[in-house]
């Protein structure tokens, strides 16, 4: 089935490490996003890519690091420098570097905890 | 910068009743998206319905349907015939038609269907 795959479900990270966290899509989709979650918050944006081998910061970047060396993938690494890293992370996509006027699809999350 | 505002942190509804969730935005924009989204327990993001700004007439899909007053930068989502897997946050969002096509999400509204 075509979608978005977001791995792992549950990260945990000790303090001064950076983590990867993995965003797959075989939708065939030139656009992928990450989006970060907090309580009472709506999404915010943390880096966008609308081809491969380029990307954009987002609204919330520091701290984070993306690559997209693939069309299909979309890793997001969460660097130590990133203060306060405990969210859920959202990965989409959608099917053109157009406007977000087709939907945007969202992989099922991340949930990176800080211990 | 476009900012989506979302009043009401949460709502309830009687089963099968109706209920209607607000959302305003701003924008200097003419031609830009509005989006509303479900997210359910499972935290997966689900597109439930889209206005394209330049289009007067108001979305509608199944049981979901939306007032779009683009004067007053009004976009309210109203479900009918409400049900328990209506339950959810539900999510306004924004996006430019063209250029730096970033959804801009409100804060969420969760939504309680009462048996």
């Known amino acids: 089935d075509g979608g978005i795959t977001q791995s792992p479900k549950y990260l945990f990270r000790k303090e001064g490490q950076n983590v990867t966290l993995s965003c797959e899509q075989n939708l065939n989709h030139d656009a992928m996003y990450w989006y970060r979650q907090d309580p009472g918050q709506g999404l915010r944006l943390i880096y966008y890519s609308q081809i491969v081998n380029d990307f954009q910061k987002g609204d919330i970047a520091e701290g984070y690091s993306v690559s997209r060396e693939k069309k299909e993938s979309f890793p997001l690494t969460v660097t130590s420098a990133q203060k306060n890293p405990t969210a859920f992370y959202l990965c989409?996509?959608?099917?053109?570097?157009?406007?977000?006027?087709?939907?945007?699809?969202f992989g099922q999350g991340t949930r990176l905890t800080v211990v | 910068a476009q900012t989506v505002t979302q009043s009401q942190p949460e709502m309830s509804v009687q089963e099968a009743e109706t209920v209607t969730l607000s959302c305003t935005y701003d924008t200097s924009e003419s031609d830009y998206y509005l989006f509303w989204y479900k997210q359910p327990p499972s935290r997966q993001m689900i597109l439930v319905i889209r206005q394209e700004a330049y289009k007067q007439q108001n979305a509608t899909e199944n049981r979901f349907s939306v007032n779009f007053q683009k004067a007053a930068k009004s976009f309210s989502l109203k479900i009918s015939d409400s049900q328990l897997g209506d339950a959810a946050m539900y999510f306004c969002a924004y996006a430019p038609n063209f250029g730096n096509e970033k959804l801009t999400f409100g804060t969420g509204t969760r939504l309680t269907i009462i048996p």
């Open positions: 989409a996509s959608s099917i053109r570097t157009g406007a977000l006027n087709t939907e945007a699809f």
